[in-house]
């Protein structure tokens, strides 16, 4: 007969990562200099640090190249690249390929955090072209999007193994969003993010509706249209009713959701 698993609980969302060990690495150190910078800083401090460390930056030119020109180009100069991108694009990518190189990589369930990784980063790149249409910081909810799991990513590692992926995405779902805002925290991340990722999946704050959360809702919504989710036990979509209020929020009705889908398809294509 098997043996069954115990239950296991964490006493609170710090719980999970008890001592400073068992917190996520943190960024590279190029990279947590350059998410430091303000988004008005000039490109040529940004080229500067990029220089500090080349096999970091050829790795993001790589991943650059590929989601905003098909892979097709040959890798610019460093300089050329901070000023074809923008500091914005710049900022966003650095983001990504952080997270992509520590918490969404792992050694345990490392299938389950390439899909979270996935996801994140489908929601982010869609969200920002709702955000474009409502006209609010495509940064700020790129940012929101492509950090709102990892709360999960990182709270699966602290999670025995012998719990099934469904199990033990369920005993995490209800902290995420803290343990999110807590690894902002410990990155060094805006402080509007921070927030925004506290309650992620609260469209409704003190009576107002936030732009930024119902931007992440609708971005959802187009993940799961495309196919791209994860399984619905895993991370369900937002349901009818807040995605009603989400579209309400941003004054966006079912033909400017076809036109962003449309959109959304060509984006996903390319990451």
């Known amino acids: 007969m098997a043996k069954a698993c115990l239950p296991f609980r964490h006493p609170n969302v710090s719980g999970l990562f008890a001592s400073t060990t068992s917190l996520p690495e943190k960024f590279p150190t190029v990279a947590s200099a350059l998410l430091d910078l303000t988004p008005t800083e000039s490109t040529k401090t940004f080229t500067r640090l990029l220089k500090l460390d080349m096999a970091f930056t050829n790795e993001l030119m790589e991943m650059a190249d590929k ?6 180009h040959p890798l610019p100069s460093v300089n050329r690249f901070t000023d074809r991108i923008g500091i914005s694009a710049l900022r966003c990518l650095i983001l990504r390929f952080s997270l992509k190189k520590t918490i969404f990589s792992a050694q345990q369930r490392p299938e ?45 590692q602290q ?12 005993m995490l779902i209800p902290t995420h969003g803290p343990v999110a805002a807590m690894l902002a925290a410990h990155w060094k991340l805006p402080k509007p993010v921070q927030d925004l990722l506290m309650r992620h999946h609260t469209l409704s704050m003190d009576g107002r509706n ?45 033909s400017d959701i076809q036109r962003l889908l449309e959109q959304a398809q060509k984006v996903i294509q390319r990451i």
Do not use: K, W
């Open 67 to 72: 989601t905003f020109y098909c892979g097709v």
């Open 112 to 156: 389950l955090l390439e899909q979270l990784y996935h996801h994140s980063t489908s929601a982010a790149y869609i969200a920002q072209l709702v955000a474009q249409h409502a006209s609010i910081n495509r940064e700020h909810v790129f940012f929101l999007g492509m950090l709102q799991d990892v709360g999960l990513a990182a709270g699966l």
């Open 159 to 170: 999670i025995p193994a012998s719990y099934n992926d469904v199990t033990a995405l369920s």
């Open 210 to 254: 936030d732009p930024y959360i119902a931007s992440l809702m609708i971005a959802e919504h187009l993940v799961d249209r495309i196919t791209l989710a994860l399984p619905s036990q895993l991370h369900p979509p937002p349901n009818a009713p807040e995605l009603a209020a989400a579209m309400e929020t941003l004054t966006i009705d079912e």
